[in-house]
């Protein structure tokens, strides 16, 4: 993803360009892609998503809500549910596949710099520039806990898949 708005897919094995992707209209930040590697989820300073279809190379929908820069965009393991940050303060929670917005998670009083659902669909962790870490209970929409302790801006985070009892910040 670039700042020409554009996404480029590449192959590894001829080191060619194999396509562009063309439909932001600003900067794209973030990228991530399907289980099955079908739709391709990008997220851009236009505060927009797209969904795209990888092998037609288009556009399938637009997913907007966000008042700021989205810079962020995961879906969640199991799939059902695809989940954006942006320069608004807020984490969103779509449901996957009807795109409509669920909820809006927005206790972080600054700009949100990650959010990822751990491995067992129970927990979403975000960290920001309010120097704090966010344990969110995933499927009740619910703030769990505020992580405190850092001095300045926490910009990532990481859980090991096997042991999600630890947060690395």
Not at 107 to 121: G, K, P
């Amino acid at each position: 993803c670039s700042e020409d708005h554009t996404i480029k897919v590449w192959n590894i094995e001829t080191m060619k360009e194999e396509k562009t992707l063309y439909g932001h209209t600003s900067s794209v930040y973030d990228l991530s892609l399907s289980r099955d590697s079908k739709f391709l989820y990008s997220c851009s300073a236009d505060h927009s998503m797209r969904v795209w279809h990888v092998d037609m190379g288009r556009v399938e929908r637009i997913i907007e809500g966000h008042k700021n820069e989205v810079v962020g965009v995961r879906v969640s393991p199991d799939q059902k549910t695809i989940f954006s940050i942006s320069k608004d303060h807020t984490v969103r929670k779509w449901v996957n596949e009807i795109f409509e917005e669920e909820i809006i998670l927005e206790n972080h009083s600054d700009l949100v710099n990650r959010a990822v659902v751990d491995f067992s669909n129970k927990y979403l962790i975000s960290c920001s520039m309010d120097e704090t870490v966010k344990i969110w209970d995933f499927e009740k929409n619910t703030e769990l806990r505020t992580l405190r302790g850092h001095k300045g801006p926490v910009n990532c985070f990481f859980f090991n898949d096997t042991a999600t009892t630890e947060i690395y910040t």
